[in-house]
């Protein structure tokens, strides 16, 4: 029994790893709280079209070897502004914008990646993340967002909401829409950007995703969706990085596998419960705008 | 002359034009309207009824002329149901109380705030909707809610585009007779005095139009504004619609019936023979 105890509490011995199991899970819940802006603006192309667009600010840090959060933060806002300001424009959609502007973005990385040897190590972290090599400086950039992002949150929750749910209606009544959506893309931007060298350019979009569909999927209300999704983020990325300690596999692709995991389970449920009320419903009919 | 006029008016639109950059939408429109008023804006689709709702809501700046509107006038905006996203997670209560500013620092709603919104819902016929889903609602209940949260910001004016687009003959009655309610006396005024203006658009002519005090036919221009007994009229029809309409009287009101609707019965007829 006390062997057991031990080997589960094995990997606690360790600092870097009871640091990675922070940051894992600072970064889940940070992704989760904005993956709901994310998912619900049906922008979730956007996380992983930033996260390429961080990556070349990201190489081009590394090659001038300058500080990784200078150098990516500066060039994923504007990234981000840019996008925000294409796509407003409406003969280019948002996702076309996406498109564009990251993917640019991402050549470059490659290219100087290519040209440039020597940064290869570094710019290979954000590539594929690198959980256990996390330094005070990622934890401490990652609870900041992470407490700016609740503050902003919590303070302009009705605007926020009202901006995502009906904008027109939103500027009618008053809201100041551009300006909250210029939060919201910084925010984002923000977020991949402390979260990109934890968990991957390749990943980090699913991290945006997975817990705020998940949290979709288990309540119809916009302000429970708030605190249920950033709640799952923390513990897909709590579980996840504890897990790829036995698995010994990289722990932003465990992370991702934890929350897809948990996704399917809910998905399944969730449907079987529908079906179920489905058939136990009396004949009143489904109103004309819900059918 | 409408009795409401004699009131200096709430909104003024004066040789207004308005363009999204290929050619005027609306052109040279002058209306206003009086506090209390009850307002159709009729006309063909493209006609620029929501592009004037638009102007009125100033959310649409016009490229020539100006709309004025009356010193600290409280607008309140319906939209079309159809362009929200239905499977957003948002509960009834939600909804309303985005009608009103966040006072304090945490989210939660204030105990004034539930008590107003409670009592807006009860007005409506919502209550008991609280924490229900917008999708799980009836079609005129849906379109309760979204007056609710109109309602909530005490609007002296009222903009609804569209109010009973998709919904079935009840619902539009029961949309009606809500709007006329809010129309006679607001809830919230007290003052016994004219209830809350309300500007609509609607493509219903003998639905809802024809109900209305006043019509406004419009066709990227201000075609008639009168009552519906001086508006709908077969020669302004065609002027708005482009098509020869007819005009019959049942129980003192005008009802619109579109012209070649025989022969194309007729040839409708002889392909299922």
């Given at each position: 029994?006390?062997?057991?105890?031990?080997?589960?509490?094995?990997?606690?011995?360790?600092?870097?790893?009871?640091?990675?199991?922070?940051?894992?899970?600072?970064?889940?819940?940070?992704?989760?709280?904005?993956?709901?802006?994310?998912?619900?603006?049906?922008?979730?192309?956007?996380?992983?079209?930033?996260?390429?667009?961080?990556?070349?600010?990201?190489?081009?840090?590394?090659?001038?070897?300058?500080?990784?959060?200078?150098?990516?933060?500066?060039?994923?806002?504007?990234?981000?502004?840019?996008?925000?300001?294409?796509?407003?424009?409406?003969?280019?959609?948002?996702?076309?914008?996406?498109?564009?502007?990251?993917?640019?973005?991402?050549?470059?990385?490659?290219?100087?990646?290519?040209?440039?040897?020597?940064?290869?190590?570094?710019?290979?972290?954000?590539?594929?993340?690198?959980?256990?090599?996390?330094?005070?400086?990622?934890?401490?950039?990652?609870?900041?967002?992470?407490?700016?992002?609740?503050?902003?949150?919590?303070?302009?929750?009705?605007?926020?909401?009202?901006?995502?749910?009906?904008?027109?209606?939103?500027?009618?009544?008053?809201?100041?829409?551009?300006?909250?959506?210029?939060?919201?893309?910084?925010?984002?931007?923000?977020?991949?950007?402390?979260?990109?060298?934890?968990?991957?350019?390749?990943?980090?979009?699913?991290?945006?995703?997975?817990?705020?569909?998940?949290?979709?999927?288990?309540?119809?209300?916009?302000?429970?969706?708030?605190?249920?999704?950033?709640?799952?983020?923390?513990?897909?990325?709590?579980?996840?990085?504890?897990?790829?300690?036995?698995?010994?596999?990289?722990?932003?692709?465990?992370?991702?596998?934890?929350?897809?995991?948990?996704?399917?389970?809910?998905?399944?449920?969730?449907?079987?419960?529908?079906?179920?009320?489905?058939?136990?419903?009396?004949?009143?009919?489904?109103?004309?705008?819900?059918? | 002359?409408?009795?409401?006029?004699?009131?200096?008016?709430?909104?003024?639109?004066?040789?207004?034009?308005?363009?999204?950059?290929?050619?005027?939408?609306?052109?040279?429109?002058?209306?206003?309207?009086?506090?209390?008023?009850?307002?159709?804006?009729?006309?063909?689709?493209?006609?620029?009824?929501?592009?004037?709702?638009?102007?009125m809501l100033g959310s649409v700046k016009p490229v020539h002329g100006s709309v004025m509107w009356s010193p600290s006038l409280r607008v309140a905006y319906v939209p079309q149901l159809e362009?929200?996203?239905?499977?957003?997670?948002?509960?009834?209560?939600?909804?309303?109380?985005?009608?009103?500013?966040?006072?304090?620092?945490?989210?939660?709603?204030?105990?004034?705030?539930?008590?107003?919104?409670?009592?807006?819902?009860?007005?409506?016929?919502?209550?008991?909707?609280?924490?229900?889903?917008?999708?799980?609602?009836?079609?005129?209940?849906?379109?309760?809610?979204?007056?609710?949260?109109?309602?909530?910001?005490?609007?002296?004016?009222?903009?609804?585009?569209?109010?009973?687009?998709?919904?079935?003959?009840?619902?539009?009655?029961?949309?009606?007779?809500?709007?006329?309610?809010?129309?006679?006396?607001?809830?919230?005024?007290?003052?016994?005095?004219?209830?809350?203006?309300?500007?609509?658009?609607?493509?219903?002519?003998?639905?809802?139009?024809?109900?209305?005090?006043?019509?406004?036919?419009?066709?990227?221009?201000?075609?008639?504004?009168?009552?519906?007994?001086?508006?709908?009229?077969?020669?302004?029809?065609?002027?708005?619609?482009?098509?020869?309409?007819?005009?019959?009287?049942?129980?003192?009101?005008?009802?619109?019936?579109?012209?070649?609707?025989?022969?194309?019965?007729?040839?409708?007829?002889?392909?299922?023979?």
């Amino acid at each position: 029994m006390n062997l057991i105890a031990v080997d589960l509490l094995e990997p606690f011995a360790f600092e870097f790893f009871r640091n990675g199991l922070l940051v894992a899970t600072l970064a889940g819940a940070l992704c989760g709280l904005i993956g709901v802006f994310v998912v619900l603006r049906s922008m979730s192309y956007i996380g992983h079209g930033l996260s390429h667009a961080v990556f070349g600010g990201a190489a081009l840090a590394a090659v001038l070897n300058i500080n990784y959060f200078i150098g990516a933060g500066l060039w994923g806002v504007v990234s981000g502004l840019m996008i925000g300001r294409v796509s407003r424009k409406r003969i280019i959609g948002a996702d076309a914008a996406i498109g564009v502007i990251t993917t640019a973005s991402f050549a470059v990385g490659l290219a100087l990646q290519a040209r440039f040897g020597q940064a290869k190590r570094s710019i290979d972290a954000v590539l594929f993340g690198n959980v256990l090599g996390v330094f005070t400086a990622d934890i401490l950039a990652v609870a900041g967002v992470g407490v700016v992002s609740a503050v902003v949150v919590v303070l302009s929750y009705r605007k926020l909401l009202f901006t995502t749910f009906d904008p027109e209606v939103a500027g009618v009544s008053g809201v100041n829409v551009p300006g909250m959506e210029a939060v919201l893309m910084i925010l984002l931007s923000a977020t991949i950007l402390v979260t990109v060298r934890v968990i991957g350019v390749l990943l980090i979009s699913a991290l945006l995703v997975l817990p705020a569909v998940t949290a979709r999927l288990l309540t119809n209300s916009f302000g429970r969706m708030l605190w249920l999704s950033p709640v799952l983020g923390a513990v897909f990325g709590g579980v996840g990085m504890y897990a790829s300690w036995y698995a010994d596999v990289p722990s932003g692709a465990v992370i991702i596998i934890a929350g897809t995991i948990v996704f399917v389970v809910v998905y399944t449920v969730a449907g079987v419960r529908r079906r179920a009320r489905v058939a136990g419903m009396d004949h009143h009919g489904p109103s004309l705008r819900s059918a | 002359m409408n009795s409401a006029e004699a009131t200096p008016p709430l909104v003024r639109f004066d040789h207004v034009s308005c363009s999204y950059g290929n050619g005027p939408v609306i052109e040279n429109v002058d209306l206003t309207v009086a506090r209390g008023e009850f307002v159709g804006i009729v006309g063909p689709s493209g006609s620029g009824k929501t592009t004037l709702l638009r102007a009125m809501l100033g959310s649409v700046k016009p490229v020539h002329g100006s709309v004025m509107w009356s010193p600290s006038l409280r607008v309140a905006y319906v939209p079309q149901l159809e362009t929200l996203d239905w499977n957003f997670p948002v509960t009834v209560s939600e909804v309303v109380a985005m009608g009103r500013p966040q006072r304090s620092w945490w989210p939660r709603l204030q105990p004034s705030e539930k008590s107003e919104i409670q009592r807006v819902l009860e007005h409506l016929g919502l209550a008991g909707l609280w924490s229900r889903h917008i999708r799980e609602l009836s079609g005129g209940q849906q379109q309760r809610v979204f007056l609710a949260r109109a309602l909530i910001q005490k609007p002296d004016l009222l903009v609804l585009d569209e109010p009973t687009a998709g919904v079935d003959v009840r619902t539009r009655h029961e949309v009606l007779h809500v709007l006329a309610d809010l129309n006679e006396l607001h809830p919230d005024r007290g003052d016994g005095e004219s209830g809350i203006a309300i500007v609509l658009t609607t493509h219903d002519l003998n639905g809802l139009a024809a109900h209305l005090p006043r019509l406004i036919c419009l066709n990227r221009n201000v075609v008639a504004d009168g009552s519906p007994s001086e508006v709908l009229k077969p020669y302004f029809l065609e002027r708005t619609y482009g098509a020869p309409m007819e005009v019959l009287q049942h129980g003192g009101m005008p009802v619109v019936l579109e012209q070649g609707g025989d022969e194309l019965r007729l040839r409708l007829s002889r392909r299922g023979a």
